[in-house]
């Protein structure tokens, strides 16, 4: 069964530094998001993604964050200057019709 | 604004039971209600999605949604070990932000 494929699974970082969180959505979605899930929180809208370029996005998602879908497959969230609220799960969500996502099984960020 | 809420429990059950999960939402502008099942440390994974207001039932697990009181719900029948998971409803309006609840965390003990 197809899945949304989501690497690394735990990624430690610096404040201050650069992460890029990888997604591989499952082939054939059109519709491509990005959430997080700050531990015992609830999952939280970070940003869409549709037709090559960004449908929606939340308040969480300013100028320190970015997305891009470099070659067709892949699906990746930079986070350019990370801070220490940033540490969270990181899910990507894709889906053929916007009401049916699949999610993959996370990025742990540890900003430390 | 809380979008929407739901009693985060603990739930617990045992075996065979009915299992019922709700939530509530604010925006009358919501379309769309999903239900996901998380594992810990596991993305949400979709088990039911409906579209206004009625029931759908999909084998153990009925989905019931009353856009006049703003209510959803979730049904699980004859309850396993293995639906023990923290349960998600979702909606949305465009589609495009999915509102989650906090979860309802359910042990089905054996």
């Known amino acids: 069964e197809p899945e949304v494929t989501q690497t690394p699974s735990h990624q430690v970082t610096q404040m201050g530094q650069e992460v890029i969180l990888r997604c591989v959505p499952i082939?054939?979605?059109?519709?491509f998001y990005w959430y997080r899930q700050i531990l015992g929180q609830k999952v939280e809208f970070l940003v869409s993604?549709?037709?090559?370029?960004?449908?929606?996005k939340s308040e969480i998602f300013d100028d320190q964050f970015s997305v891009e879908r470099p070659d067709g497959s892949n699906f990746t969230l930079k986070i350019r200057s990370t801070k220490l609220e940033d540490s969270a799960m990181y899910f990507c969500?894709?889906?053929?019709?916007?009401?049916?996502?699949?999610f993959g099984s996370g990025t742990q960020l540890s900003v430390l | 604004q809380k979008e929407v809420e739901q009693d985060p429990g603990p739930l617990s059950v045992p075996e065979g039971a009915i299992v019922s999960l709700n939530c509530t939402y604010s925006?009358?502008?919501?379309?769309?209600f999903m239900w996901y099942r998380q594992y810990s440390r596991k993305g949400p994974e979709l088990l039911m999605y409906?579209?206004?207001?009625g029931n759908k039932e999909d084998g153990r697990f009925t989905a019931q949604v009353d856009k006049s009181s703003k209510y959803i719900s979730l049904f699980i029948r004859d309850s396993q070990p293995s639906d023990s998971a923290t349960y998600l409803c979702?909606?949305?309006?465009?589609?495009?932000?999915?509102?989650f609840g906090t979860g309802t965390s359910l042990t089905v003990i054996p």
């Open positions: 925006n009358s502008a919501f379309q769309y």
């Open positions: 969500a894709s889906g053929m019709a916007r009401e049916k996502l699949f």
């Open positions: 082939s054939n979605h059109l519709y």
């Open positions: 993604f549709y037709n090559n370029e960004i449908s929606e």
């Open positions: 979702a909606t949305t309006n465009t589609g495009n932000q999915f509102y």
């Open positions: 409906t579209y206004s207001s």
